[in-house]
């Protein structure tokens, strides 16, 4: 048996003992229940202060944060540093909590309330320290979550890049927007305005142009 005949036959065997765990042990438990209320109250209360004049821009900021939080998620559990015991779908690793729902939800209020850098860095470190001293250890406590040979003030830090190189890409896509939008509009003989249709020749003009004709 060659090399990738057995790393798929290991996936096989994980995937076997992922599924019979999570079907006996992790759906509907009490802990599962907890992270289904737990996600829909963030949800919840996002959709109640969502800006909704701003929603595409903060939609794609929470995007880039989303990614780079399961980026920082998949490579941590390649590692060993971290396991999830929970899930809510029976996915390795359970990245739909945290990486698609606690972190981009915390970043996104310091995207829409940060009007500017300073304020934005202030409200990033507020999620940041709830993340990394409230919820992480939370999640541990309750066996949603272990973690092994890791310090939870590594999450601040890490929160803090995902947030500031966030923040950058969504400035720098603005920028980029903005730009090429006065362009298109300065463009030569284009307007924004609609031009008023051609003045259609009453029968008796028609006929007498054709006479003349």
Partial sequence: ??????????????????????????????????????????????????????????????????????????????????QHNIRLIPIVPGVFPIDFTVVPI??????????????????????????????????????IKAYYNWNFIYFFFLMMVVAIISRAVIQMIAKVVQINSTNFSSSKGFSLSPQPAAKRLSYVEETEKDTQE
Avoid: C
């Fill in 106 to 143: 915390l970043l996104m209020f310091a995207h829409q309330y940060g009007s500017s850098w300073t304020r934005y860095l202030t409200w990033s470190a507020l999620a940041s320290i709830l993340f990394s001293s409230g919820i992480s250890p939370a999640f541990q406590l309750f066996g």
């Fill in 1 to 82: 048996m060659n090399t990738n005949e057995l790393f798929h036959q290991l996936q096989l065997q994980i995937w076997n003992i992922t599924w019979t765990r999570y079907i006996n042990e992790e759906l509907f438990s009490n802990q599962w229940w907890g992270m289904l209320i737990l996600l829909s109250i963030l949800y919840a209360v996002w959709i109640k202060l969502l800006d909704k004049s701003r929603t595409f821009e903060i939609l794609l900021f929470g995007s880039f944060v989303a990614v780079q939080a399961v980026l920082v998620d998949i490579v941590g559990f390649s590692m060993g540093l971290w």
